[in-house]
């Protein structure tokens, strides 16, 4: 059966939903720093209170106490009079507000003492506050009087410490100033760490592995299954619907596969191609040819096997040398995620693929994407430009008249992940020498950092065709605030970001989406997730 369909379905719903951003954990990231910004800000307002009831407190007191006994019928004080009201809920709450900012700077001063103080008054007019909400009535004089005298002795003996507006404010700068920095560095240790840890095989796929590769060794048989795939006409039939796939991830590949088939209408058209490394060929090879994948054609390669690409295919300055790990230099970049760059010259008779990461999940049938009118255009891909810092500036350094001369900073950015390559035009628009040139550009890495999807957006620049939103979902993978309705009715899902949904670090909310497509109960994993229980 050929390709049929077209790109119909059932509207898909687009909202915004915030209500799970206080569970994101870059909002408390940024804690430190918004308590800095917000201590400034408590420091202007408190001096300004300050200045406002220190003219002649003695003489407004006894106003004050004046106009606290005439409202005795409850006659409401206007706003200004209940401001100057000794037994005002107002004149209370300002003093604190005064106080605890002189208890940061007694401190600051290490006259413990001074800051003692000041933080009894404080509990005691936080009782009084207390108190006087309980009963539901009105603070007295007798009770006011006593801590508002109290507080403003404090603040004259303060003053007379020379703790004046100017050191206040210089001294709260270097608290706010201390707390930016300690920020920065928490969040560029988080950031740090948390790529360590999307880079780290959890014990349990690594125990998979092994057991894979023990199979292969044992089992003869499975050679020979390989060697009859590998002359499979199915693997170059254009009739059918061809996946490109390149991982070092069992269980993360398996997934993509599984829910691939699972949602296709006909699973038995479709092809797969995956591409590995030599340490993990062997464990893909076993784990693909002993599960079902609903009659779907599997072909599993190794990097090493492509002998006619070489160091010149990739031009990256190699700055992780022998001494350098993928953990130890966070610009590491496999040259498994550079493959997609080369599909033309891996797969010379094919017309037409899709390509899929190893960390998106599939929920519906993607094969009316084969049949979508590119208009002439090589990729097609979901743009991602409906926030500002998603447009080229974000990727590419404009400071450069390379990249200042050639592209427009506010143009729109899109996402690999799930794309539709047209080979036949790739092959026309010579798209692989386009890719090779920027690479060569960035060279000392001037034009943009090392990742892949800066160079894709210069190489695929003119030669993208935007796709329906709907088709492929991003931010699983870090941003807490997604629409449920937009992932339930999303193609593809893509957990894009350090919280890859197999580590322990994965948001639980969308944990069940990626779990549905991996059996628990298979006899390897039963085996792996047991040892590491132990």
Same mark, same amino acid.
């Given at each position: 059966?050929?390709?049929?369909?077209?790109?119909?379905?059932?509207?898909?719903?687009?909202?915004?939903?915030?209500?799970?951003?206080?569970?994101?954990?870059?909002?408390?990231?940024?804690?430190?720093?918004?308590?800095?910004?917000?201590?400034?800000?408590?420091?202007?307002?408190?001096?300004?209170?300050?200045?406002?009831?220190?003219?002649?407190?003695?003489?407004?007191?006894?106003?004050?106490?004046?106009?606290?006994?005439?409202?005795?019928?409850?006659?409401?004080?206007?706003?200004?009079?209940?401001?100057?009201?000794? +037994?005002?809920?107002?004149?209370?709450?300002?003093?604190?507000?005064?106080?605890?900012?002189?208890?940061?700077?007694?401190?600051?001063?290490?006259?413990?003492?001074?800051?003692?103080?000041?933080?009894?008054?404080?509990?005691?007019?936080?009782?009084?506050?207390?108190?006087?909400?309980?009963?539901?009535?009105?603070?007295?004089?007798? @009770?006011?009087?006593?801590?508002?005298?109290?507080?403003?002795?404090?603040?004259?003996?303060?003053?007379?410490?020379?703790?004046?507006?100017?050191?206040?404010?210089?001294?709260?700068?270097?608290?706010?100033?201390?707390?930016?920095?300690?920020?920065?560095?928490?969040?560029?240790?988080?950031?740090?760490?948390?790529?360590?840890?999307?880079?780290?095989?959890?014990?349990?796929?690594?125990?998979?592995?092994?057991?894979?590769?023990?199979?292969?060794?044992?089992?003869?048989?499975?050679?020979?299954?390989?060697?009859?795939?590998?002359?499979?006409?199915?693997?170059?039939?254009?009739?059918?619907?061809?996946?490109?796939?390149?991982?070092?991830?069992?269980?993360?590949?398996?997934?993509?596969?599984?829910?691939?088939?699972?949602?296709?209408?006909?699973?038995?058209?479709? #092809?797969?191609?995956?591409?590995?490394?030599?340490?993990?060929?062997?464990?893909?090879?076993?784990?693909?040819?002993?599960?079902? *994948?609903?009659?779907?054609?599997?072909?599993?390669?190794?990097?090493?096997?492509?002998?006619?690409?070489?160091?010149?295919?990739?031009?990256?300055?190699?700055? @992780?040398?022998?001494?350098?790990?993928?953990?130890?230099?966070?610009?590491?970049?496999?040259?498994?995620?550079?493959?997609?760059?080369?599909?033309?010259?891996?797969?010379?008779?094919?017309?037409?693929?899709?390509?899929?990461?190893?960390?998106?999940? #599939?929920?519906?049938?993607? +094969?009316?994407?084969?049949?979508?009118?590119?208009?002439?255009?090589?990729?097609?891909?979901?743009?991602?430009?409906?926030?500002?810092?998603?447009?080229?500036?974000?990727?590419?350094? *404009?400071?450069?008249?390379?990249?200042?001369?050639?592209?427009?900073?506010?143009?729109?950015?899109?996402?690999?992940?799930?794309? #539709?390559?047209?080979?036949?035009?790739?092959?026309?628009?010579?798209?692989?020498?386009?890719?090779?040139?920027?690479? @060569?550009?960035?060279?000392?890495?001037?034009?943009?950092?090392?990742?892949?999807?800066?160079?894709?957006?210069?190489? *695929?620049?003119?030669?993208?065709?935007?796709?329906?939103?709907?088709?492929?979902?991003?931010?699983?993978?870090?941003?807490?605030?997604?629409?449920?309705?937009?992932?339930?009715?999303?193609?593809?899902?893509?957990?894009?970001?350090?919280?890859?949904?197999?580590?322990?670090?994965?948001?639980?909310?969308?944990?069940?989406?990626?779990?549905?497509?991996?059996?628990?109960?298979?006899?390897?994993?039963?085996?792996?997730?047991?040892?590491?229980?132990?």
């Amino acid at each position: 059966m050929g390709r049929s369909g077209g790109g119909g379905g059932r509207p898909w719903v687009q909202s915004s939903n915030s209500r799970w951003r206080y569970l994101n954990p870059s909002y408390y990231l940024n804690r430190p720093k918004r308590l800095a910004l917000l201590l400034i800000a408590f420091v202007v307002v408190t001096f300004v209170v300050w200045d406002r009831q220190t003219a002649s407190t003695a003489d407004h007191l006894h106003q004050e106490t004046n106009a606290r006994v005439q409202e005795a019928a409850h006659e409401e004080l206007n706003y200004t009079g209940e401001l100057l009201s000794a +037994t005002s809920f107002r004149q209370l709450v300002d003093q604190m507000l005064l106080a605890k900012a002189y208890v940061i700077i007694a401190k600051e001063y290490d006259n413990l003492k001074l800051a003692w103080e000041f933080s009894s008054h404080i509990r005691t007019c936080q009782r009084l506050l207390s108190k006087a909400a309980v009963r539901g009535q009105s603070i007295t004089e007798v @009770e006011a009087r006593p801590l508002v005298s109290g507080l403003a002795s404090l603040i004259n003996k303060a003053q007379d410490a020379h703790y004046d507006i100017a050191t206040k404010l210089v001294t709260l700068r270097n608290h706010a100033q201390a707390l930016e920095e300690r920020a920065v560095a928490a969040t560029v240790q988080s950031v740090y760490l948390a790529r360590v840890a999307s880079g780290a095989v959890p014990k349990n796929q690594y125990c998979l592995t092994v057991r894979l590769m023990v199979d292969w060794f044992n089992k003869p048989a499975l050679k020979q299954q390989v060697d009859d795939l590998r002359n499979s006409p199915r693997l170059v039939d254009n009739s059918l619907y061809h996946f490109c796939i390149f991982s070092e991830n069992v269980l993360a590949s398996s997934a993509v596969v599984n829910s691939t088939v699972s949602n296709a209408d006909h699973p038995q058209q479709l #092809v797969f191609h995956i591409i590995t490394s030599e340490s993990n060929y062997h464990a893909m090879q076993v784990w693909f040819l002993s599960n079902d *994948f609903k009659g779907s054609t599997i072909e599993v390669q190794k990097l090493e096997d492509f002998h006619w690409m070489n160091s010149s295919y990739f031009p990256v300055r190699n700055s @992780e040398n022998e001494s350098d790990s993928k953990f130890s230099n966070p610009k590491y970049i496999p040259l498994l995620d550079h493959l997609k760059f080369y599909i033309p010259d891996i797969h010379p008779s094919l017309e037409k693929v899709i390509y899929l990461d190893e960390d998106v999940i #599939v929920q519906k049938d993607l +094969t009316p994407l084969f049949s979508l009118d590119l208009h002439g255009n090589v990729n097609g891909a979901v743009e991602t430009c409906l926030e500002g810092f998603h447009r080229y500036h974000r990727y590419l350094n *404009f400071s450069n008249p390379i990249i200042s001369s050639q592209f427009d900073p506010q143009a729109c950015g899109w996402a690999f992940g799930m794309n #539709v390559f047209d080979l036949i035009a790739w092959k026309k628009a010579n798209v692989t020498s386009r890719y090779r040139y920027w690479m @060569e550009q960035n060279i000392d890495q001037t034009l943009w950092k090392k990742e892949t999807l800066p160079v894709g957006l210069l190489t *695929f620049n003119g030669l993208t065709e935007p796709l329906d939103r709907r088709w492929h979902v991003l931010g699983l993978g870090h941003d807490l605030g997604l629409d449920d309705r937009l992932i339930e009715s999303a193609a593809v899902l893509h957990y894009d970001g350090y919280m890859k949904p197999w580590l322990e670090l994965a948001y639980e909310r969308y944990k069940p989406q990626w779990d549905r497509y991996v059996n628990l109960r298979h006899p390897y994993l039963i085996r792996c997730n047991s040892m590491e229980a132990k």
